[in-house]
């Protein structure tokens, strides 16, 4: 029973997740499909609405970092299974991002705004492209380990749990973190950039190249051979060539 329990909620909190990143697309688009968007009318002084909405993206860095730690997770499976971990983790930041969602308050004002219509498509392309980049990404290194369905399928079966070995798929290949590049595009590709729009992709933007940094300290202490793969595949910006290229076209002159 508590197997199947621990199933369930590992479910749960994968749907909810999911649900989160599709409104999370219309709210960073400022699509009309959901009713809070990024842009909006000021309800709030300037000063006001600020505070809110860096203390709502700091909420969730500091969930989403500290509960990535090791030495925090080795502290938290002494309070809930071990099989249940990655699923409450992905609950939590769920939940943090839909009280943002929430809570979001626009700023008012426009930093540019792009009238071309063929610069706007290609925008709204990168726009698309990263947010389908970012979910290819996560499928290339098991995206059902990712969101803690894999763990709460093998607890189910009573099998235990075994960490996946270092791989670098497709476009791990080109850079090292393809998932960041891709929140890049989605947070950065606007045909309208808005105060409020830049506030929340500067300090995304900031959180995401820290949170690289911790990634590949732990990266690094897990898989000796990531020092190697660091210095061959740039981090975020894929290289004209890759350095064997450039080695061969310098053995061959």
């Known amino acids: 029973m508590k197997r199947l329990a621990i199933f369930v909620y590992g479910i749960a909190s994968y749907a909810v997740f999911f649900a989160t990143f599709l409104y999370a697309i219309a709210f960073v688009g400022n699509l009309p499909l959901v009713p809070q968007r990024i842009d909006g009318v000021p309800e709030l002084a300037l000063g006001n609405a600020l505070v809110i909405d860096v203390l709502l ?9 500290v509960m990535a730690r090791p ?12 099989a249940a971990e990655r699923s409450t983790y992905v609950l939590l930041s769920s ?14 004002g426009t ?7 063929s610069a706007r498509l290609l925008l709204s392309a ?13 499928f290339l290194i098991n995206h ?17 749990y075994t960490a996946l070995p270092f791989k670098t798929p497709a476009a791990y290949r080109v850079v090292r973190h393809p998932l960041y590049l891709g929140w890049f595009l989605a947070f950065w590709c606007a045909p309208q950039m ?3 729009h830049l506030l929340f992709a500067l300090l995304t933007s900031g959180y995401i190249l820290i949170g690289i940094y911790f990634e590949e300290r732990d990266l690094l202490k897990a898989h000796p051979e990531y020092e190697a793969y660091r210095q061959r595949v740039p981090m975020l910006l894929p290289r004209l060539k890759s350095r064997a290229v450039r080695e061969e076209a310098k053995e061959a002159a």
Do not use: M
């Open 144 to 160: 059902f380990d990712l969101f803690g369905l894999r763990q709460v399928w093998l607890n189910l079966l009573g099998k235990p």
């Open 71 to 82: 030495a925090f997770k080795a502290w938290w499976t002494r309070i809930i299974p071990q």
């Open 57 to 65: 993206l700091a909420v969730f860095a500091v969930q989403h970092s």
């Open 194 to 196: 808005t105060a409020t």
């Open 95 to 108: 939940l943090a991002l839909i009280a943002l969602f929430y809570f979001w308050q626009p700023l008012g």
């Open 126 to 138: 990168g726009f698309a492209f990263g947010w389908a980049l970012v979910l290819y990404s996560t």
């Open 111 to 117: 930093v540019w705004q792009v009238d071309n219509r």
